[in-house]
């Protein structure tokens, strides 16, 4: 079966440092993989997805930037946070179209505060 | 311009049945899907329609009309552990999931 990890589980950080989220998932090669950013008491923003290694699309326009090194690796990162990068991150994958749904499955999510 | 609409918050009673409504507009329809995220917490999948009726899951079901752009949860015999947020997310064109803003349900004893 596949699961999905990210770490850390949470994280405190003043503005201006840099920032490394990561995630890996076990059991599938070749997913799709999401970074999805929610604000305390609101609904899911996409922020990137990958296709492939290498293969990163950006959604919104910020300081944030993702990385996908290996099939099953998605980084995200910043080089200096802002007070508004606080929110609950989660990383997500789903099978490629076509090998099976569109089912996003997600990780247990990281809980970033910025000061 | 992508949309889906779903209530903010609903309040229901123990052992009672509540169904929370989607409404959609998207370019392209690639499934629906239903999610639980109970506080602090991730998603978690609940159900998909891609076909037109009612899919059956325990005590939760999903209806689709694709003609309609609408669907709902049904949650039966509702337990205080059902109190969660219920988000609505739609496939679109490209693959990608559309996301509402999610319902806030709470359960009362």
């Known amino acids: 079966s596949q699961t999905i990890h990210q770490w850390p589980a949470t994280l405190v950080q003043p503005v201006g440092s840099p920032l490394s989220l990561e995630c890996t998932v076990e059991g599938t090669s070749n997913p799709n993989l999401y970074w999805y950013r929610q604000a305390a008491g609101r609904g899911l923003q996409l922020l990137f997805y990958s296709v492939g290694i290498g293969q990163i699309s950006s959604e919104v326009p910020q300081n944030l930037s993702a990385s996908r090194p290996q099939d099953r690796q998605f980084i995200l990162s910043s080089k200096k946070l802002l007070l508004s990068d606080s929110g609950f991150y989660l990383c997500?994958?789903?099978?490629?179209?076509?090998?099976?749904?569109?089912?996003?499955?997600f990780g247990p999510g990281t809980r970033l505060t910025v000061l | 311009g992508q949309n889906i609409d779903q209530p903010t918050e609903m309040t229901a009673t123990e052992g009672a049945i509540v169904q929370i409504n989607c409404t959609y507009q998207t370019s392209g329809f690639n499934g629906l899907f239903w999610y639980q995220q109970h506080a602090g917490e991730a998603p978690t999948f609940l159900s998909y329609?891609?076909l037109d009726g009612l899919e059956e899951k325990g005590r939760f079901s999903s209806f689709l009309s694709r003609s309609k752009g609408y669907s709902y949860l049904l949650l039966k015999e509702l337990q205080m552990k059902d109190s969660a947020s219920y988000l609505c997310?739609?496939?679109?064109?490209?693959?990608?999931?559309?996301w509402g803003a999610g319902t806030k349900l709470i359960i009362k004893p």
């Open positions: 997310a739609v496939g679109d064109s490209n693959y990608q999931l559309i």
């Open positions: 997500a994958w789903s099978h490629t179209p076509g090998e099976g749904t569109d089912t996003q499955y």
């Open positions: 329609n891609v």
